[in-house]
């Protein structure tokens, strides 16, 4: 799996573990969402070690801004609520931030 794969796969892990805790504790859900949820965040804990990076600041970086446009894509699909221009323009310019630290050449 290629890393903005293992990113998306990530992200959608992530946000998903920590809604559960949102419903649960904003929305009345029953407590039962809190092991889902953490399942949800142990896995998305996991699937980050598997970026291929010579550091862990490094993937942490990049996953920020794939996460800010799955986060993005969250509100839309699941909360019903349209990211505005400002979104859209937020989450391009932190993608390609994303893609910059992730395939940007380095020095040995």
Do not use: H, N
């Amino acid at each position: 799996m290629t890393s903005v794969g293992i990113f998306t796969l990530t992200a959608a892990l992530e946000i998903a573990g920590c809604f559960a805790f949102w419903a649960w504790a904003r929305q009345g859900a029953s407590v039962a969402w809190l092991l889902p949820g953490l399942v949800g965040l142990a896995a998305f804990a996991w699937l980050l070690t598997k970026i291929d990076t010579d550091g862990a600041g490094r993937a942490y970086a990049a996953y920020g801004g794939i996460y800010i446009v799955a986060s993005l894509i969250w509100l839309w699909a699941i909360e019903g609520k349209m990211p505005d221009r400002w979104d859209v323009l937020g989450g391009t310019i932190c993608v390609l931030g994303a893609l910059v630290i992730l395939y940007g050449p380095r020095t040995a």
